[in-house]
């Protein structure tokens, strides 16, 4: 069983900065890839970030130069830093955890920008 919580999310202005964070509990494994994906209203969820257990990254086109993916020292927590931010970022950000072939969620934290 695995359990993952996001924290940080919130109301940011235009051209702001978010740090989001997630810690994963549970049977976690040495090998698996961890990230984030987004799901803004009436859109399907999309690919964030990811980062492997070895520290490789894989963004989104539209997220490149602006976000970073980063893991803890204990490598069951990860991060996203969010600079420059735009409106259309507002969605819903859920943490992802891969190992096995299985897919985890977390439960979502809500990111809106606005003025």
């Known amino acids: 069983q695995v359990r993952l919580v996001e924290s940080g999310g919130g109301l940011v202005q235009p051209g702001g900065s978010l740090r989001l964070s997630c810690a994963a509990s549970?049977?976690?494994?040495?090998?698996?890839?961890m990230g984030w994906y987004r799901q803004a209203p009436g859109k399907e969820r999309e690919l964030v970030a990811t980062?492997?257990?070895?520290?490789?990254?894989n963004y989104a086109d539209s997220m490149k130069g602006r976000f970073t993916v980063s893991r803890g020292n204990a490598k069951n927590t990860v991060y996203l830093e969010m600079n420059i931010l735009k409106p259309e970022d507002t969605a819903v950000y859920y943490c992802?955890?891969?190992?096995?072939?299985?897919?985890?969620w977390g439960q979502g934290t809500q990111v809106t920008v606005s003025s």
């Open positions: 980062i492997t257990s070895g520290d490789s990254t």
């Open positions: 992802y955890l891969r190992q096995f072939s299985i897919d985890n």
């Open positions: 549970g049977s976690i494994f040495s090998i698996n890839t």
